[in-house]
């Protein structure tokens, strides 16, 4: 089993995808090595970064990069990674919707791609369900899948509403799908985040005169099994599903329905 890569490693990597978008290997190599914005990493470390970026696919032969940094506060070093980020603005909150809705997309071309009968995309229709993709093989064999999308490869960042958490648990069938989208729209990486873990990460309402309404949660590497499942069915076999080495999750890990409360939370409260 490949070894998970170390923080610096992650960091050089993030960086290596932030300059790629606009200068060859060479150039940005020779950035790390002489700026001192970013000295805080050796060239050891870029090299590792780059390489595990190279063998997770996520940077071609020719040094073009096949996702884009998202989520991630961190885009260089030194002083630079000190700068607070702006949380929202409209134009981040529709470019967020637009990764949302090309994860989506992205897995219900997998599952017609793929042969499964009954795909149904209802959260086109409404945010009534709860969940945003409808499969079934089956009277038995169902699954109500909840997408949550990412550019990032390098953290798996979720926001969980108090509606989808309260539909996952009385609906056996629900299941998380984590979908690592690619610059051409398409699934670079698909995993499920362990329904035990999100039932022991979410915040517990103290009191009667509010609740949590939606809830902000880093998914660590073990609340994640390589794929698509749900509690009895797995809608799509390992052999057509794309996993890489991303989120501190390689391939082979296991252990997804372990539990634990390591999660940061950000909270949004609704007072009654």
Known sequence: MPSLPTEATRRAALRWLDELRVA???RVRALFTHHPWYSDLTPAQYAEGLAWLRRAGMVTAAGR???DVGDCGLSGGGERASVPRVLWSQEADAARRAVGAAGEQALLRLFRDNG???VRHVAAESDAYGYDIQAAGSVLDRAHIEVK???DPTRLVIHLSRHEYEVMSHDEDWCLAAVLVGS???AVNVATVSRRWL???VPADRTTRGHWESVRLDVPAYALTPGLMTQTWQPLPDSVVPVREVWNCPPAATGAERGGRSARQELHISLD
Do not use: F, L, N, Y
Request: hydrophobic share 30%.
């Open 149 to 151: 999308s990412t550019t």
């Open 199 to 201: 039932h022991s990460a």
């Open 184 to 186: 051409d729209g398409s």
């Open 24 to 26: 060859g290997v060479p």
């Open 116 to 118: 499964v009968p009954h």
């Open 65 to 67: 990069p096949v996702v």
